[in-house]
């Protein structure tokens, strides 16, 4: 899939260096590459970063569940952060637990390899 076509990016997205790699049926998948712009001062990837990309993923999830002529805005979202990240990539794994009239429930794991970085769930608004 050409994920510039469906506009899975956002500038937000494209400046952290998240990169879409898969979007379907209720599920989305985004990776992240470390670098010195996402370093915290502990020299490992900042709680925020990941918190985007968890963000960002359920997004894409709730997208391909509504299609992309409606939006979803994130009405909230809960993270567990499991271990630091201090060199390689992430991958984020969404998958909408619930698509109602109005809101829809995600959740979502990143992951470094198969160890298990951040688990997160959220709601989203259909807009």
Do not use: W
């Not at 879409?20 to 001062?41: F, K, Q, T």
């Not at 359920?58 to 567990?80: D, P, Q, V, W, Y």
């Not at 995600?106 to 688990?119: I, M, Y």
Request: glycine fraction near 10%; charge should be neutral.
């Amino acid at each position: 899939m050409d994920f510039t076509d469906q506009q899975t990016t956002s500038a937000y997205s494209k400046l952290l260096g998240i990169e879409p790699l898969s979007l379907g049926d209720g599920i989305a998948e985004a990776r992240l590459v470390m670098d010195e712009h996402l370093r915290n001062r502990g020299q490992v990837m900042h709680g925020g970063a990941i918190f985007s990309l968890l963000d960002i993923t359920m997004g894409l999830a709730c997208t391909s569940t509504h299609g992309f002529e409606r939006r979803s805005a994130t009405l909230e979202c809960k993270i567990n952060y499991i271990r630091p990240v201090a060199e390689g990539e992430v991958i984020c794994k969404a998958r909408v637990l619930h698509a109602g009239k109005r809101t829809l429930v995600v959740e979502a794991d990143v992951l470094q390899g198969d160890k298990l970085v951040a688990k997160g769930q959220g709601t989203f608004a259909q807009l």
